[in-house]
């Protein structure tokens, strides 16, 4: 019961995406490109990315998280509405302590993803560390990337794409 507990809190503070207003704004499916020349060295630089964002979202830093989202998915609402969803989870009452993120591992895959079409993602590991009712506990979570427009964007599941268009919270 208490690992349903601490990975409830977990999804709420980390992988909810937050509140934003509705936006008129659409955009075509982008192009995902290729794997890097020096694939390693850019897989290296998104396992950073991924321990950034997790730091950063633990932190409240929204627009950075913001930042790393990919576009298509941004168009669907505005910066406002998603980051006072983050805060309304933030809100939320919490014994977490975060203590550190390790990006363990990446895998690939393709995927058929809303606004983005068919597109290899990669999946990145992160183990997380922190302290809950006094107790240090470890637990991975995984994160979605895509290489669009030669930069690495952060995804977001169909349920959080489908509240956002919807104009509400994921829960």
């Known amino acids: ?8 809190v977990l999804a709420l503070l980390v992988l909810s995406a937050g509140c934003g207003g509705k936006s008129t704004k659409t955009s075509p499916p982008a192009k995902t490109s290729p794997p890097a020349k020096n694939a390693s060295s850019s ?9 950034d964002e997790m730091w950063a979202s633990t932190r409240k830093q929204y627009k950075k998280v913001w930042a790393y989202v990919y576009p298509g998915y941004r168009s669907v609402t505005t910066f406002a509405f998603w980051e006072g969803c983050k805060r309304k989870d933030a809100a939320k009452p919490s014994k977490v302590t975060w203590l550190s993120f390790t990006a363990t591992s990446i895998s690939s ?44 964007r952060s995804l977001w599941s169909p349920r959080e794409v489908k509240a956002y268009k919807a104009h509400r919270c994921p829960s």
């Open 109 to 152: 895959k393709p995927m058929r993803l809303s606004l983005l079409g068919k597109a290899r993602v990669e999946i990145v590991t992160v183990m997380s560390r922190f302290t809950y009712k006094g107790k240090t506990v470890a637990a991975p979570f995984e994160l979605y990337w895509a290489r669009v427009d030669g930069h690495w």
């Open 1 to 8: 019961m208490r690992r349903v507990i601490v990975f409830g």
């Open 43 to 51: 897989l290296t630089q998104l396992k950073q990315m991924s321990v």
